[in-house]
């Protein structure tokens, strides 16, 4: 656990970098495009199959990752974004996690 904190306030670190809005013209950032929602639905498939095959996918990833897929669909880019986002650091947690955890049982 000790070792999630600092990974967990770096990426909120990291993230929050990526929120900030305006460019030079001070317009706020721009809408997600149908291409940017089909590039994380894909990264967010890729690492979640490197967690599957180490055994250790966390509840809530899949059903992050089908509710991207519904919202690109529906053409909600932003949110299917955010969502596959999402779904992809978990993805990405858990295989840290499964890593870290692979010895990890009783000590007698």
Do not use: H
């Amino acid at each position: 656990m000790k070792k999630f904190i600092p990974f967990a306030v770096a990426a909120g670190l990291a993230l929050g970098g990526c929120a900030s809005s305006g460019g030079m013209s001070g317009e706020s950032s721009a809408m997600a495009t149908e291409a940017q929602a089909t590039a994380a639905i894909a990264a967010a498939q890729n690492e979640l199959k490197m967690a599957t095959a180490a055994n250790n996918v966390w509840r809530d990833t899949g059903k992050d990752l089908e509710k991207a897929e519904k919202a690109a669909k529906e053409g909600k880019y932003d949110e299917a974004v955010k969502l596959a986002n999402a779904a992809k650091d978990q993805a990405a947690l858990a295989v840290q996690q499964a890593a870290e955890q692979k010895d990890a049982g009783p000590r007698y």
